[in-house]
């Protein structure tokens, strides 16, 4: 939760008030701290800490009466341009991020001491211009492969030993081929991102019960926290509805324990494993991944592969089938997708180059 800080009246010009450090820890108490995962926290923090430690060094000493856009335009040249250590500057996504931490700091801080800042000295700086990300979208023939390597992953993840087990089918210890296959359909149903899906609750999922949910002709997914502090609601398809109700039948009642809230667990005697059971995001990119290799490896076509598939190629999907409706807004593909900037909403949408080329073979 929010620190209850006691608000003051600010108005009074007061020395002791006059100093970035002072406000960017009421900044972080106020507004971030409890609102964000503690890693966000601590970024943020430090992106604030780097343009403070560079004014004091430019200055000798940090009022907030005393920034102007000159040294927020000096702050980031510096980092871009003359690192702290090893050879090479700031990736300029990693500027930009500096950039937009320092903006929504001082916009607050504008409005709880203006009589301190009377200007904005972020506004009118423009953004690094990045390459636009390669739209990462399967085609249809991608999709209906994988979805039959989904529908077959036990067999990827039955022992090898068969003679000492004397022709019996048995699973790998750690193997959970249904959660796995839930995962796929999951994220490519809703395009969730890897973190809002490792941190659903299964009482997020509506409903809940895997009988009811084979038999619903409607599901969803409710109250995702997505960037920006936004919330919203996704709705499951028939494959994700069925492949979430086997695996909360037969798999995750293995990995459950008493304090366990979240719908994907980690299988009962990993290696690192949470101690409520959690998935790592990273754990994510590892299934994504072997299920990408066993696709590629049934097919010889080059064109139909898909590694490495990442999480991310079945958000560009969801996109993309998405924005094929004829009656699907673009205020439907921001809610949907939880993402308000239209750059990257339209290399989202964009279709894979494959399906490009044959529009154009149709002309």
Known sequence: MRQNTTRKNFSVYDPEEDRLTLWKERYMGMEISGDRKRDVEKKIDLQLSRFIDFFRERYGYEKVTAVVKRDVTAWLEQLYNSPEKGGKGYAPATVNNHQAALSRFMKWLRVRAPHLLSEDPTKGIREIMLPDPKPRTLTSEQILTLKNICDRLERFHLKKDRRRMKGKMELKTHARPQRDRAIVYVLLSTGLRREELVNLNLDQVEPSDPVQLRAARSAKIVRIRGKGKTEGTEYLSADARAALADYLEFERYMDHAE??????????????????????????????????????????????????????????????????????????????????????????????EATSAGFIEKL
């Open 259 to 352: 304090e366990t809230l979240a719908l994907f667990l980690s299988a009962k005697g990993t290696p690192a494993r949470k101690a409520d059971g959690q998935l790592y995001p990273r754990s994510i990119n590892r299934i994504l991944e072997q299920i990408g290799k066993w696709h590629d490896a049934e097919l010889k076509d080059p064109e139909r592969h898909i590694s490495p598939l990442q999480p991310h190629n079945l958000r560009h999907t969801f996109a993309n089938e998405l924005a094929k409706h004829p009656d699907v807004t673009e205020q439907d593909l921001e809610r949907l997708l939880r993402h308000r900037n239209k750059r990257y909403l339209s290399i989202y949408t964009r279709p894979p």
